[in-house]
């Protein structure tokens, strides 16, 4: 990796990215991000074996990701997190592709905006709003109304856009806390078996179990990195980054448990609803209660703040990805062009809002349907899952080569998403990771590849085993493919001027 330029030559900056997020701000944002209420579904799939499950994914996967993520975190505490972090490691191509996949994983997320909301409506309100989740002009109305909002709120930036992820992070532990606590004061109904809030119970070592395991663990125990993409707008992002995973990470897990068994004490495994399986619960164990009627819909509504929240952070994320691509020159500059009063990337957050809006509108097509939205789901996550193999390799295979990366890339990267003179980097040094750290990468690495390997198969029923598992296939090397081509057919183009960066070499 090689790389020339004079630093100097960024210091002054005209829009600088403004340091809006604190260590709380951090916090609340990665539990917004890690927490999606319908892994709770997914994992309850496994019946009373989810339990044991929980632990195993919890040991293997997300405390891996959780020191991974400070540790690449710490070395580089960039703009753009993960996909810096490739970059640097492996070189411009490997680093587009990975910022390629995490765009495409947020795009189908948030295309799916209209049919949760939808979805979550009809539980909230009652049997006389089904109409809703299934009609393909008010999904596409619905869908149209949030991403213009989400537009809005991050043409104004974090400043805004903070206290709305903080007030879904709190309501999402507030209703998660509800669904946790009900069974202790109300006997559970157990259809599908005795309430337990941990059960341990050996799961059953079948191609189905696996595939559950797999799925829950990547799908629910993942984000930390990408409050991450972030860094250039945090305080203090090499420290309080680690902090907000160290204070979040028990919290995380604890839900996912309780929340997994007091699901699972109202509604069986085989009658699961994977798009609203909390509101189902809730509606179950609250159902004939005259005095908590009033409470059902209420909690169902909270709960969806998750979602608009959530999914408004993942789009404001998803607007900073080109922003950088912009800056390191495998984009146009038009990526990078800031709101002179609020320093957003105006053109990434129009381009982003396009793109969302028809892939919602794609989305839309088979509304209702579960195979049609595990479709979708499994999409995204596979999508992220290759960026992760990315991610856990760099202490594998590119250990003491990242922990010398303080290059000119990264001094440009931080001059112009802060105040050169501010910017601290701790932990830069000639050694690489441990061997502890390597050891934990290569866990995460070898969760995250049967992962994706068994996104293909499905953990519902479907019309073929074999059309969905072409589908997955299909879908996510040509998207991948199609991120190839725009990638050399940008650095076709890209001639690096004076005084401008020169780009690492795989």
């Excluded at 078996?193 to 799925?215: D, E, G, N, R």
């Amino acid at each position: 990796m090689t790389a020339t330029t004079n630093p100097s030559a960024f210091e002054n900056e005209p829009h600088p990215l403004r340091r809006e997020l604190n260590i709380f701000d951090l916090i609340f944002a990665q539990i917004l991000i890690v927490i999606v209420p319908e892994f709770f579904g997914t994992a309850a799939k496994a019946g009373p074996a989810h339990g044991v499950l929980w632990l195993v994914a919890i040991f293997t996967f997300f405390i891996p990701q959780a020191l991974v993520v400070s540790y690449l975190n710490r070395i580089l505490p960039l703009e753009g997190g993960l996909f810096e972090w490739a970059r640097h490691a492996f070189g411009n191509r490997i680093g587009f592709l990975v910022a390629w996949n995490m765009w495409l994983n947020t795009t189908v997320q948030v295309s799916q905006i209209g049919l949760i909301t939808t979805t979550y409506l009809t539980y909230a309100i009652g049997p006389k709003l089904e109409w809703l989740a299934t009609n393909p002009f008010a999904l596409a109305s619905a869908s149209m109304l949030l991403i213009l909002g989400m537009m809005i709120i991050a043409r104004l930036g974090l400043s805004v856009g903070k206290w709305l992820s903080n007030a879904g992070s709190f309501f999402t532990v507030l209703t998660l806390a509800v669904l946790a606590l009900i069974p202790f004061f109300r006997a559970a109904r157990a259809t599908a078996y005795a309430y337990h809030p941990l059960p341990l119970i050996h799961p059953p070592l079948t191609l189905f179990t696996f595939s559950v395991f797999s799925k829950m663990t990547f799908g629910a125990l993942t984000g930390f990195e990408i409050v991450a993409i972030f860094a250039g707008e945090s305080r203090n992002p090499a420290r309080n980054l680690a902090r907000s995973i160290l204070f979040t990470a028990p919290l995380i897990a604890l839900l996912y448990i309780l929340g997994t068994s007091s699901i699972l004490a109202y509604v069986s495994p085989d009658a699961i609803d994977v798009i609203g399986p909390i509101p189902q619960a809730l509606s179950l164990a609250l159902a004939g209660f005259a005095s908590t009627r009033f409470l059902v819909p209420v909690v169902i509504l909270l709960l969806l703040t998750n979602y608009l929240c959530s999914y408004t952070l993942y789009f404001s994320t998803n607007t900073r990805l080109p922003l950088v691509a912009g800056w390191d020159r495998l984009l146009p500059r038009w990526f990078s062009v800031l709101h002179p009063k609020y320093r957003t990337p105006v053109n990434s957050i129009l381009f982003v809002g396009a793109v969302a809006l028809v892939a919602s509108l794609a989305a839309s097509v088979g509304a209702g349907n579960q195979e049609a939205f595990v479709l979708l789901q499994i999409w995204s996550w596979t999508f992220y899952g290759l960026a992760y193999l990315a991610m856990f390799a760099i202490p594998l295979v590119a250990g003491k080569t990242f922990n010398r990366s303080r290059t000119a890339d990264q001094l440009h990267s931080d001059a112009m998403s802060t105040n050169f003179s501010d910017q601290r980097i701790s932990g830069t040094g000639t050694n690489g990771p441990g061997a502890w750290l390597r050891l934990l990468a290569l866990s995460g690495f070898l969760i995250t590849l049967m992962f994706v390997t068994l996104s293909i198969v499905p953990i519902v029923n479907v019309t073929s085993r074999f059309a969905y598992s072409l589908k997955i296939i299909s879908v996510v090397l040509g998207a991948n493919l199609l991120g190839w081509i725009i990638y050399r057919a940008g650095s076709a183009k890209a001639q690096p001027q004076s005084g401008e960066r020169m780009q690492p070499t795989a």
